[in-house]
């Protein structure tokens, strides 16, 4: 099983990206994506479910960033849009064989397979 992420750069603030996780091996039951800061702790930031696609989304994140996911390229997607400097962090999408309730989405111990990483810069 392997987590890829990618599509992360550098962007002027109000810019938009978009991130991809591309997920080998299998099909899982919760998708996430998490960030961390520089000094700071990883936080949650948006995740879906499989089986119904509902999704749960960071208040600080709510109305700019979209979690989706493409079954045929079993990837999942997340779209940034009106990115500040706050948002500047390494991305981490996360996998869950479960299909987490919504409430325990933004946990990260809920998540079993996690990616390596991709770092979005957001300048000024």
């Known amino acids: 099983v392997q987590l890829q992420a990618s599509g992360g750069g550098l962007v002027q603030a109000g810019g938009s990206l978009r991130l991809s996780c591309a997920a080998s091996?299998?099909?899982?039951?919760?998708y996430a994506w998490f960030r961390q800061a520089p000094g700071k702790e990883r936080e949650f930031v948006a995740a879906?479910?499989?089986?119904?696609?509902?999704?749960n989304y960071a208040a600080s994140v709510k109305g700019r960033f979209t979690i989706s996911r493409d079954n045929a390229k079993s990837t999942v997607y997340l779209q940034m849009n009106s990115l500040g400097v706050e948002d500047t962090a390494v991305y981490y999408c996360?996998?869950?064989?479960?299909?987490?309730?919504?409430?325990?989405?933004?946990?990260?111990?809920?998540?079993?397979?996690w990616g390596q990483g991709t770092e979005v810069t957001v300048s000024s």
């Open positions: 996360a996998a869950a064989s479960q299909t987490w309730i919504i409430g325990a989405m933004p946990r990260s111990n809920s998540y079993n397979y």
């Open positions: 091996g299998r099909t899982f039951g919760t």
């Open positions: 879906i479910r499989s089986s119904d696609r509902n999704t």
